[in-house]
């Protein structure tokens, strides 16, 4: 099993950053797709972006294009997710999840972190 640690979590203001990372615990196609999904109170998980092993592919909620970029570094291991111009309605809790594929990474049966909180202040 893959394990994945997620970092970057925290306090922002309306219309500011935060930056979250998370670190896979080994290199493996297990770890094709890589993504992020967050939940809020009283609501269901959603979909935030998702990227592919080479760094070019990748998928965002609606909401959040223009706004969040997600990237990998050069050893495929990590998935950032910059959050520029956070609104209160960001405010979830953040997971990180991967898979061999989109679609295994979408149906929410790849690996899963334990979350991160994050909160954005009106």
């Known amino acids: 099993q893959v394990r994945l640690a997620e970092f970057g979590g925290g306090l922002a203001e309306a219309g500011g950053s935060l930056r979250l990372s998370c670190l896979a615990s080994?290199?493996?196609?297990?770890?094709?797709?890589m993504g992020w999904f967050r939940q809020a109170p009283g609501k269901e998980r959603e979909f935030v972006a998702n990227i592919m092993w080479d760094g070019a592919t990748t998928n965002y909620l609606d909401s959040v294009k223009g706004r969040f970029t997600i990237s990998r570094d050069m050893y495929k291991t990590t998935v950032s997710l910059q959050m520029n111009s956070l609104r209160p309605e960001d405010t979830a809790i953040y997971y990180c999840?991967?898979?061999?594929?989109?679609?295994?990474?979408?149906?929410?049966?790849?690996?899963w972190g334990q979350g991160t909180q994050v909160t954005v202040s009106s």
């Open positions: 999840s991967a898979a061999p594929d989109i679609v295994t990474l979408s149906s929410g049966r790849g690996s």
């Open positions: 080994e290199r493996t196609s297990n770890i094709a797709a």
